[in-house]
T-cell receptor, first 113, second 116 residues
């Protein structure tokens, strides 16, 4: 059973457009991470959010953790071709309080020039 | 920077072969993980280890075993490879911070295994 649902699964946009990726769960997480994976490489951490309602910014990327710590979003402003990749969310401390991260299935983003 | 090194980027093996996937991390991390990644299924945890000689089953351990004889090395073993084990295999490590919280994962670049 997938505890973290990511949407959309695929996204194909033009350079300069804005987009939002969602990560939802019925479980409360103590923290949530976003990773980006480029072809042929392993996922790389973008950000960790810990506090309900927290907003973090990383240049053109804005991450938000839901007030109830069950959901998160990633918003990219004015997407660039370098943003192309697979975006993964992972939650910790979910069902049973496990410290083992649970991953969503990912959102594959393609940004066309 | 933490470096997690997987010994092979690509492997091609025959059905029934015993396959070893090796992973080494250089930052003295307590925890190490093996995931497989398949299109549409995301990352699925095979096994993890929180200390030398300790191992715990993940979500899909069937057909796999692991070995952690030294802190820096975590090996994934396919006892008798089958075609449904064709996949991308990712190794990761993490540490426990002062609050005993798990750090984010540091991943290797993956081993793409094809079983024919």
């Amino acid at each position: 059973t997938q505890l973290l649902e990511q949407s959309p699964q695929f996204l194909s946009i033009q350079e300069g457009e804005n987009l939002t990726v969602y990560c939802n769960s019925s479980s409360v997480f103590s923290s949530l991470q976003w990773y980006r994976q480029e072809p042929g490489e392993g996922p790389v951490l973008l950000v960790t959010v810990v506090t309900g309602g927290e907003v973090k910014k990383l240049k053109r990327l804005t991450f938000q953790f839901g007030d109830a710590r069950k959901d998160s979003s990633l918003h990219i402003t004015a997407a660039q071709t370098g943003d192309t990749g697979l975006y993964l969310c992972a939650g910790e401390g979910g069902s049973g309080g496990s410290y083992i991260p649970t991953f969503g299935r990912g959102t594959s983003l393609i940004v066309h020039p | 920077d933490v470096k997690v090194t997987q010994s092979s980027r690509y492997l091609v093996k025959r059905t029934g072969e015993k396959v070893f996937l090796e992973c080494v991390q250089d930052m003295d991390h307590e925890n190490m993980f093996w995931y497989r990644q398949d299109p549409g299924l995301g990352l699925r945890l095979i096994y993890f280890s929180y200390d030398v000689k300790m191992k715990e089953k993940g979500d899909i351990p069937e057909g796999y075993s692991v070995s952690r004889e030294k802190k820096e090395r975590f090996s994934l073993i396919l006892e008798s490879a089958s075609t449904n084990q064709t996949s991308m295999y990712l190794c990761a490590s993490s540490f426990l911070d002062r609050g005993l919280r798990n750090s984010p994962l540091h991943f290797g670049n993956g081993t793409r295994l094809t079983v024919t």
